[in-house]
C-alpha cells in the first residue's frame, strides 16, 4: 500500500517522520504540515519514543512549499493567512514537544524547509546538501521564524546577509556557521544521524526534556512573537506583483 505524504517509522527509541512527496522533492503543503504536526503530538504522548528525526523521503529534505497545492487561483491574502499559520502550528509543535527533533537534510532544503530545519533541537546534514533560503529572491518574506532562528545562530548581520541575497549553503558551510551540529557523506547521512539519534535517546529522558524546555524557553518569546508578525507580513507579500510574475515562471516550468 502506498504510503500517505507524511509518514511515521519507528526505530528502537527514535521515531523517524518523512515528508513523502520525492516526486517533488518532498515540496510542502498545509495538508502535509497538519500531519507533521499530528505525529508530533502523538510521539509526545508515547512514552518508548525518546527522540524524533524529521526526514525527507528519496534525495531530498524538502524543496519548500508546494505551489501546486489546492486554494484559489490567484491566491487570496485571507487565504493565505490562513494556510500559513498551519505552517506556524507545525514550528510551534517542534519547539514545544519535551523530546529533541533532529532535522537530517540531505539534497535541496528550500525556503520554508531551511526554516524547519532551523526550528529543530540539531540538526544532521549531508556535506554536499543544498540549503537555500530563497524567500526574498522569490518576492516573500522570510516565513516560520527564520528571522528569528537564523539571527539566533549567526548574528542579525549575516543573518540578513544570508536571507536578503537567498545564500545557497552546503552542509559544510552549514557546520562552519553552526546551522549544523553533524554533517556526513550523503551515502552515510541516515546511518551517522540515526546513531547519533540513538546516542541522545539513551541519555537520561527527564534531564533531556528539562533542559530542552528551559533553553527554550529563553528564546521561544521572540520567536513566537515573529511567528505572529509573518502571519500578516507574509500574506501581504505574496499579493504583490513581483511574487505573482515569479510563481507565474514556476507554474510554466
Known amino acids: ?20 512527496q520525492p516526486k ?62 498551519r505552517y506556524l502550528r507545525t514550528i510551534r509543535a517542534i519547539r514545544s514537544t519535551s523530546k529533541p527533533v533532529i532535522a537530517m537534510v540531505r539534497g535541496y532544503a528550500v525556503g520554508g ?3 524547519m530545519m532551523l526550528a529543530c533541537d540539531l540538526v544532521c546534514a ?8 530563497n524567500f526574498c529572491k522569490i518576492g516573500l518574506a522570510p516565513e516560520m521564524g527564520i528571522m528569528a532562528t537564523l539571527p539566533a545562530i549567526v548574528g542579525p548581520q549575516r543573518a540578513k546577509e544570508i536571507l536578503f541575497t537567498g545564500a545557497r ?14 554533517v556526513f557523506p550523503a551515502e552515510e547521512l541516515e546511518a551517522g544521524t ?9 541519555l537520561p529522558s527527564i534531564s533531556l526534556k528539562i533542559t530542552k524546555g528551559i533553553m527554550n524557553s529563553a528564546s ?21 506583483e513581483e511574487f505573482k510574475a515569479i510563481a507565474a515562471k514556476f507554474a510554466k516550468g
Open 1 to 20: 500500500m502506498e504510503k500517505d505524504v507524511v509518514y511515521l517509522e519507528k526505530n528502537g527509541a527514535v521515531g523517524v517522520i518523512y515528508l513523502n
Open 126 to 133: 549531508a556535506e554536499d546538501a543544498k540549503i537555500i533560503p
Open 113 to 115: 524547509a531551511v526554516s
Open 24 to 85: 517533488k522533492k518532498n515540496a510542502i503543503s498545509a495538508v502535509m504540515m497538519d500531519l507533521i504536526t499530528d505525529y508530533l503530538n502523538d510521539l509526545e504522548l508515547d512514552d518508548e519514543i525518546r527522540v524524533i528525526v524529521l526526514r525527507g523521503a528519496g534525495e531530498n529534505f524538502c524543496a519548500g512549499g508546494d505551489l501546486d497545492q489546492p486554494g484559489p487561483k490567484p491566491m487570496t491574502a485571507e487565504f493565505s493567512r490562513k494556510s500559513l499559520r
Open 220 to 240: 521561544d518569546g521572540p520567536l513566537f512573537s515573529v511567528l505572529e508578525a509573518e502571519s500578516i507580513g507574509s500574506p501581504f507579500c505574496s499579493q504583490s
Open 194 to 202: 540515526l546513531a547519533f539519534a540513538q546516542e541522545i535517546a539513551a
Open 169 to 182: 549553503m552546503s552542509g559544510a558551510d552549514c557546520l562552519r556557521l553552526g546551522l549544523a551540529n553533524r
